[in-house]
């Protein structure tokens, strides 16, 4: 399974009644979001060397299938927070 995902192959996580595939790329975003709560997109991008557009892709991706949930920042409301929510830390627990 580790080679599968060094070689940016998918991994598949049993949820009981669902299976999904996840990308490297987004076991490495719940992963991130889980021992960060409160990341921003800007943040994320920085710490995997990528554009914000390619994190934001992603982020969406994740929110759409419930995994991740994004709330307005509290001091600059065009910031948001990501957050994991019940199925992705289910997620988290089994990266």
């Known amino acids: 399974m580790t080679e599968q995902i060094a070689n940016g192959k998918t991994k ?13 790329g987004e076991i490495h975003m719940i992963k991130m979001v889980g021992d960060h709560p409160g990341i ?8 995997f ?4 557009a ?10 759409v299938h419930g995994f991740l949930e ?4 509290d001091e600059d ?3 948001f927070c990501l ?3 019940e199925k992705g830390k289910m997620a988290y627990k089994h990266i």
């Open 12 to 24: 598949i996580l049993d949820f009981g009644l669902e299976e999904m595939q996840f990308y490297r």
């Open 70 to 73: 994004k709330k307005e920042d």
């Open 54 to 63: 390619v994190v934001a892709k992603t982020v969406r991706k994740l929110e």
């Open 40 to 47: 921003f997109i800007s943040e994320m991008a920085r710490g």
């Open 83 to 85: 957050f994991l929510t």
């Open 77 to 79: 409301k065009k910031r």
């Open 49 to 52: 060397n990528v554009t914000r």
